[in-house]
């Protein structure tokens, strides 16, 4: 089956470098996924990785080795609107035909003037 | 691009009722996704459209649940009887989906969600 584990909560200073980190468990392997979600809030693609090594959008980094099942989400120049909740998944190996993603139980992120 | 509009977005029942959810996914997207999160979890699947048929209701509890995506756009998710352990945000979400590792099924747009209190 699939598991996901990350850090239930971080805490960091406005300005600061915080990561977030994601280990899985698949039986077969697609790639791994980052979304945000604001309280009460819709969750929001951030990002994919289905190779080795780190993508860049703007603040927002996603870092993935394959080898060790570990993927990690950075987040740079932290701002206030950064509280969230970041889940990483990975889509079911199971069924070639089924897209589902599996999500990790979230990290909640609170950003401190 | 308008976004996965879902309705109502709160919903208040008591035990035993019944209960419809209704999601219009982004034009153009095949497929469409039911979600159910509970507080402070990830979501969890509960069942995959591709156009209108059924691709996944593993986790669909189909004793209670029933969904259906008539002419393969706007779906609809009813919980009847409901449950208390019913008590979540019910997502709906839509990607292009067109079947190829990393080009579209990675990428889901979600909606508002329902919230849905079971009394």
């Not at chain 1, 990690?72 to 970041?86: H, N, P, T, V």
């Amino acid at each position: 089956g699939q598991s996901l584990e990350q850090p239930s909560e971080v805490t960091a200073v406005e300005g600061a470098i915080v990561q977030i980190n994601c280990t899985y468990q698949t039986s077969g392997f697609y790639g791994l996924s980052w979304y945000q979600q604001h309280d009460g809030g819709a969750p929001t693609f951030l990002s994919y990785n289905a190779l080795d090594g780190l993508e860049e959008t703007g603040r927002f980094s996603s870092f993935l080795s394959r080898s060790d099942s570990y993927g990690y989400l950075l987040l740079q120049e932290l701002q206030m609107k950064d509280s969230a909740s970041y889940f990483c998944a990975v889509r079911d190996g199971a069924m070639d035909s089924s897209y589902k993603l599996i999500f990790g139980s979230g990290t909640r992120l609170l950003v401190r003037p | 691009e308008a976004g996965v509009a879902q309705s109502p977005r709160y919903k208040i029942i008591e035990k035993r009722q019944s209960v419809a959810f209704w999601c219009n996914p982004i034009s153009g997207h095949a497929t469409l996704y039911w979600y159910q999160q509970i507080l402070g979890q990830g979501p969890k699947l509960l069942i995959q459209f591709q156009n209108n048929g059924v691709v996944d209701d593993s986790q669909l509890p189909k004793d209670r649940f029933s969904a259906e995506r008539l002419k393969g756009v706007d779906s609809t998710l009813k919980i009847q009887p409901a449950k208390l352990e019913d008590s979540a945000v019910y997502l709906c979400a839509s990607s292009p989906g067109d079947g190829l590792a990393g080009v579209g099924p990675e990428t889901q747009y979600f909606g508002p969600g329902t919230r849905l209190l079971v009394l």
